[in-house]
């Protein structure tokens, strides 16, 4: 960002500079080397504006950019605080193998896995709570 601002406040001596030269010399330069440096002093010109539109667009990006991080930073400390927060009426996944303890064979490691299923099928019925249900002409009975 430094190197563009750097490169427009050359541009923009130079411009100040030539435009000076032009003003001094008017009278000793021919119309046609006039018209020329004219010329030269409104394309460096463009050049200029096109570089200030171009800062002004990589600031706005670059302002985005950060906000966007800062967006990301705050979801990933939530997503850790859940993570390290999770309450105890949810479910924890297990794994299927624990990792201190290698598999004997592939036949034992089968065997494991389905029981741990049927584990966890009867650790989650747990956590249904019954509901009771009513009728319609009970709910209608309500008081509101």
Not at 11 to 24: A, E, G, I, V
Not at 126 to 133: D, G, I
């Amino acid at each position: 960002m430094g190197d563009l601002e750097e490169i427009i406040q050359h541009f923009q001596d130079k411009l100040s500079s030539l435009q000076r030269m032009l003003d001094l010399s008017a009278t000793d330069l021919p119309k046609q080397k006039i018209k020329k440096l004219g010329q030269e002093i409104l394309e460096l010109d463009r050049i200029l504006e096109e570089f200030e539109k171009c800062v002004d667009h990589q600031k706005e990006h670059l302002k985005q950019l950060k906000e966007l991080e800062k967006l990301f930073q705050n979801d990933l400390e939530t997503v850790q605080h859940m993570k390290d927060n999770i309450a105890a009426h949810i479910p924890r996944e297990k794994s299927a193998v624990k990792e201190d303890r290698p598999a004997l064979n592939q036949n034992t490691a089968a065997d494991v896995q389905p029981t741990q299923a049927e584990n966890v099928k009867k650790t989650s019925r747990s956590f249904v709570k019954e509901m009771e249900c009513i009728t319609l002409q009970e709910y209608e009975n309500i008081p509101q």
